[in-house]
């Protein structure tokens, strides 16, 4: 669509096309709806802006038609008194006249008056309603993009296990284990369906560093450290601690995510 096919939209076609894209990301359920949200808040946006020039407009005609009828009944009653003063009894009639038609056009006016403010009054309440859809659309837009991520150990594989509990992808694109960083050049994708699968990476060297560094009955904590970037784009660390301990004659490693955060890393 171009400028020149949204300014020949009416207003009910903005809000039927809106309705009819938030209708869309009901039918689809759960998933990253950012972009089709996005194209509805488009179209609110244009609706917020015609309605703000409506009342732009409407006040201007309101000043410029409250100004000419302020110097029509000035110049009324300035020939009124005049022809008053000179005896004019024919001319004061035609003046009687026009002054009693003054005042049914202006009780006319007044009228008019009422039912503007009650058009801009219902305006008004269509605009609080939009005003509504749109905060309700950027808390679901920022509620999609939290990145929700589990880490546990899977003994078995001597590997770490990641998960997505959110409802939009994240990339996972390195970690950082005590000293040692790694980024990758491509990121690997974890998508919200967590109870599908999700990402394993081995700690096998890890596994037998850890082997021989802790005696049994004992343990040891290593920090970690998990680089991640959301479907919107922003990035995320999460902070997670690794306690390698024994358990009878195996080692194994507890994971605990102490908390994740925005972060340029």
């Known amino acids: 669509m171009n400028v020149d096919q949204l300014s020949q939209m009416s207003v009910a076609e903005l809000r039927?096309?809106?309705?009819?894209?938030?209708?869309?990301?009901?039918?689809?359920?759960?998933?990253?709806?950012?972009?089709?949200?996005?194209?509805?808040?488009?179209?609110?946006?244009?609706?917020?802006?015609?309605?703000?020039?409506?009342?732009r407009?409407?006040?201007?005609w309101i000043s410029r038609r409250d100004f000419i009828l302020e110097i029509v009944v000035i110049v009324l009653i300035g020939a009124e008194l005049y022809y008053s003063i000179h005896g004019g009894n024919q001319q004061l009639a035609v003046l009687q006249t026009l002054n009693t038609s003054a005042g049914q056009q202006l009780d006319a006016l007044k009228v008019l008056r009422t039912e503007q403010e009650d058009a801009l009054s219902t305006q008004k309440e269509t605009l609080g309603t939009i005003t509504q859809m749109n905060a309700a659309l950027q808390n679901q837009l920022g509620l999609n993009f939290v990145p929700l991520l589990q880490i546990s150990y899977m003994e078995s594989e001597k590997a770490l296990f990641f998960q997505n509990f959110g409802k939009t992808n994240l990339f996972l694109w390195g970690t950082k284990l005590e000293s040692i960083k790694s980024i990758a050049p491509e990121p690997r994708l974890l998508v919200p369906a967590a109870e599908t699968g999700g990402l394993r990476t081995s700690i096998e060297e890890v596994f037998e560093s850890e082997?021989?560094?802790?005696?049994?009955?004992?343990?040891?904590?290593?920090h970690l450290e998990v680089y991640l970037k959301n479907a919107n784009g922003k990035k995320f660390t999460s902070n997670v601690v690794l306690i390698a301990l024994w358990r009878g004659d195996t080692l194994t490693f507890n994971v605990q995510t102490i908390g994740i955060r925005p972060e340029n890393w």
Request: charged share 30%.
């Open 16 to 55: 039927r096309t809106a309705n009819e894209i938030l209708a869309e990301v009901q039918a689809r359920g759960t998933g990253d709806h950012g972009s089709i949200l996005s194209r509805a808040q488009f179209y609110i946006d244009e609706i917020e802006r015609r309605s703000a020039e409506t009342e």
């Open 57 to 60: 407009q409407r006040q201007a």
């Open 211 to 222: 082997s021989k560094k802790v005696p049994k009955g004992s343990y040891d904590t290593l």
